[in-house]
C-alpha cells in the first residue's frame, strides 16, 4: 500500500524538478555557448594593448580580422589570429595586406579592436 502511494505521488514531484530544471536550463547554456560572436559584452574592458601588425583577412561583415600581429611583451608573442571589430566602420579604410597599428581590448576574454589605423612603414 505505501509503495503504490508512492508511486502515485513521485510522477509529481518529477514532473515538477523536471520543469524547474528546463525552465533553468536554457539561460545556464546560453551564457556558457558564447566563445565568439552575439552582442559586445558591456563589461569594461579588463585591459588593452595596443600594437601593429599585417592583416591578414577580414570577415565578411566587418565583425573580425586576421591580424599578424608583433610581439606585445608581458601578453602574447608575435602570431597571425582573429581579432572581434565592436563596430564595421573601423575597417571602413583598412584592406588585407595594409600595415595597421591597432589598439584592441580584452573583454572577458574577448578580443576586440577598439581603434586601428594605417601604420608608417618601417
Ligand atoms: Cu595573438
Known amino acids: 500500500m505505501r509503495v503504490i502511494s508512492l508511486h502515485r505521488t513521485s510522477p509529481a514531484v518529477l514532473a515538477t524538478a523536471l520543469a524547474t530544471l528546463l ?28 600594437t601593429r601588425g599585417k592583416v591578414r583577412a577580414i570577415g565578411e561583415k ?27 566602420e573601423l575597417l571602413r579604410d583598412v584592406k588585407v595586406g595594409d600595415e595597421v597599428s591597432f589598439t584592441f581590448s580584452d573583454r572577458d576574454g574577448r578580443l576586440f579592436v577598439e581603434s586601428i589605423s594605417a601604420a608608417a612603414p618601417k
Open 23 to 50: 525552465a533553468a536550463a536554457p539561460a545556464c547554456s546560453r551564457s556558457q555557448e558564447q566563445p565568439s560572436g552575439g552582442a559586445v559584452p558591456t563589461a569594461a574592458p579588463s585591459a588593452t594593448y595596443t
Open 62 to 88: 566587418k565583425d573580425n580580422i586576421t591580424i599578424a600581429h608583433e610581439d606585445i611583451p608581458g601578453y602574447m608573442k608575435a602570431m597571425s589570429m582573429m581579432f572581434e571589430v565592436a563596430k564595421p
